[in-house]
C-alpha cells in the first residue's frame, strides 16, 4: 500500500479475502486526513491467463472486501466502484482517490 498526496494505491497478489488490521489503520487514517467523505474505487485488472469473466469477479470481489472493510469502520464514508480492464501494463491493484 503507498500514498501519494490525495490517492492511495494497494497492489495485489494472491487471493485477498481480508485485509491486515494495519492496513484498514492506515487506509482509514488516509481517509480521514482527506476531509472527504466521498471516494472513487478504481480496480485495475491486467489482461491475465484466467477467462475475462474470471478477472471480472476477482476485481469486484475485491472491491467489496475493501468496501466492507471501510464501512465497517466508518459508515458514513461513500463509495464509489469502478473496475478498469483496459490497460496492458498495469498490475492488479486499486486506487483510491477523493471525489468533490
Known amino acids: 500500500m503507498t500514498?501519494?498526496?490525495?490517492?492511495?494505491t494497494i497492489e495485489y497478489e494472491g487471493e485477498v479475502n481480508t485485509y491486515l488490521k494495519e492496513d484498514i489503520?492506515?487506509?482509514?487514517d488516509w481517509i480521514k486526513s482527506t476531509k472527504h467523505k466521498?471516494?472513487?474505487i478504481e480496480i485495475f485488472i491486467p489482461k491475465s491467463k484466467i477467462s475475462f469473466s474470471d478477472s471480472l469477479r476477482l476485481a469486484y470481489d475485491r472491491g467489496l472486501i475493501l468496501m466492507r472493510e471501510i464501512k465497517s469502520v466508518d459508515?458514513?464514508?461513500i463509495l464509489s466502484l469502478n473496475v478498469n480492464t483496459t490497460s496492458d501494463n498495469l498490475e492488479n491493484?486499486?486506487?483510491?482517490?477523493p471525489k468533490n
Open 3 to 8: 500514498i501519494t498526496g490525495n490517492t492511495l
Open 25 to 28: 489503520t492506515k487506509m482509514m
Open 38 to 40: 466521498i471516494f472513487e
Open 75 to 77: 459508515p458514513s464514508v
Open 93 to 97: 491493484k486499486v486506487v483510491i482517490v
